[in-house]
């Protein structure tokens, strides 16, 4: 049996010391089939979704190759969406703690420009960005990849999809033809096979099979029997089923906001996330359904690529998706990390014949069964555990965690197990409380100061 641990890979000690502190003994499957490859300076085109430990792979990949007394760009990593991007760059960052000096930036759009300007002024490492944002830096000549030595397309089906095609072709004319490729992809589609052979050489081909499978996720299929049925439908399950974190997927914008109003006006604390959401009204939307403030996402798939929710309870699809890989990937979304997970799909009889294309892809028996009945339908809507403070100071203004924290366990304040996660970004941060004691943990931050200074606080839900 091959040695599957990272100790068995060419790294250097500080990260293998480093990656012994985070907890990261075994490789998982996409990492074990990928980086003794990526190590030897190869290409890589690598089939892969979320959740696979794709990030420490490509990571632990450039991190390899980087020489930080070098202080320019040598690695270029490309993310689908703003959200995605900073995940990325927040793992780059922990796998990259025990290596001196490393700067890795992100450069993304629905955040202000001048600011990364004067970031890139003073010089980065790694720079991990949206492909429009990447391109503006290139075109406006703030930007310089003439010494890059890897480049990562991260999700690069979602970025094709997404229209990014034309900014990727001008950003890889900017990079040497000497560089490293890494290719990481959940499907590996027409347009991505010919990216590929555009940009790559001699690319290895790494699939691993999907990180669940029918023990890990019960699928669940029920009849409606017309488009107006659904939303009684979805909310008899989620009233049956009460998951604490859930998502809707809906497959357009509209109908994804129309189930998100419809089931807030039920009692159930529900949010919409779709791609007419302004980028602030986006972030928040996340930030609050992460942190437990709101139990249910409704979502379109575009809107929800690149997102990477831990511990989600259930997927309900309001409709089967018109792309059965995309199906695939919605309901992939629930299970991971070895737990098991559930989802639930709404069907017509019109849509039998995408029942059975589904059953033909997956290689499954799926049948409908009859909704729920009875137990749990009298209950009301369930709440979820967690409020949301959001306060008008960030990392500009020299804000971190630990002093969010410790002024609302201060005299006269709340435990510290009543804090949850707290999120500082630019000029803003988000703080998850208990919502038995939100009023007075809104009132400390509202009536004290922090770093000296007072800070506007509002309850975002």
Do not use: W
């Not at 003073?122 to 492909?131: F, L, S």
């Not at 804000?399 to 804090?419: F, K, S």
């Amino acid at each position: 049996m091959p040695d599957s641990t990272f100790a068995s890979l060419p790294l250097a000690p500080e990260l293998l010391t480093n990656l012994e502190s985070l907890g990261y003994h075994a490789m998982t499957p996409i990492q074990a089939e990928s980086l003794p490859t990526m190590l030897a300076g190869r290409d890589v085109i690598a089939q892969a979704k979320t959740g696979s430990g794709k990030t420490a792979a490509f990571g632990l990949g450039l991190l390899s190759r980087l020489e930080v007394t070098r202080f320019h760009v040598q690695a270029l990593v490309l993310c689908p969406t703003r959200e995605l991007a900073g995940q990325v760059a927040g793992e780059l960052r922990r796998l990259a703690r025990t290596l001196a000096n490393v700067k890795v930036l992100t450069l993304c759009g629905g955040a202000p420009f001048g600011p990364q300007l004067g970031s890139l002024a003073h010089g980065a490492h790694v720079i991990v960005g949206t492909p429009g944002r990447v391109e503006e830096h290139l075109r406006k000549g703030s930007l310089s990849l003439a010494k890059l030595n890897t480049l990562v397309l991260d999700e690069a089906d979602r970025m094709l999809d997404m229209g990014f095609q034309t900014a990727l072709e001008a950003i890889i004319d900017e990079t040497p033809s000497t560089r490293q490729t890494l290719l990481f992809s959940a499907t590996y589609a027409d347009g991505i096979r010919l990216i590929a052979e555009r940009m790559m050489h001699e690319p290895v081909a790494v699939e691993v099979a999907e990180t669940h499978d029918s023990s890990s996720i019960r699928q669940h299929f029920h009849r409606v029997t017309d488009e107006p049925a659904r939303l009684e439908a979805l909310h008899r399950l989620l009233l049956t089923h009460r998951p604490e974190s859930s998502v809707v997927f809906c497959n357009t914008k509209r109908e994804t906001q129309e189930v998100a109003d419809a089931l807030c006006e039920h009692g159930f604390s529900a949010l919409a996330l779709h791609g007419d959401l302004e980028q602030r009204d986006r972030d928040r939307t996340l930030e609050v359904f992460a942190n437990k403030s709101a139990s249910i996402l409704v979502a379109t798939d575009v809107a929800a690529r690149g997102l990477d929710i831990e511990a989600l309870d259930a997927v309900f699809n309001f409709q089967i998706a018109r792309d059965l890989e995309v199906h695939v990937h919605r309901v992939g979304r629930t299970g991971r990390a070895g737990s098991t997970g559930v989802a639930y799909t709404l069907i017509t009889e019109k849509e039998d014949y995408r029942l059975t294309r589904l059953a033909e892809f997956l290689g499954q028996k799926l049948e409908a069964e009859p909704l729920p009945t009875g137990r749990g339908l009298e209950q009301a809507p369930f709440s979820p555990a967690m409020a949301t403070l959001q306060l008008d100071g960030g990392k500009k203004h020299k804000l971190r965690p630990g002093d969010i924290l410790g002024a609302l366990t201060g005299e006269g304040g709340i435990n510290g197990d009543q804090v949850g996660k707290i999120k500082v970004q630019e000029r803003s941060a988000y703080i998850a409380i208990h919502r038995d004691v939100a009023k007075a943990a809104l009132r400390k931050l509202s009536e004290g100061k922090l770093k000296g200074r007072s800070f506007r606080v509002r309850r975002v839900i």
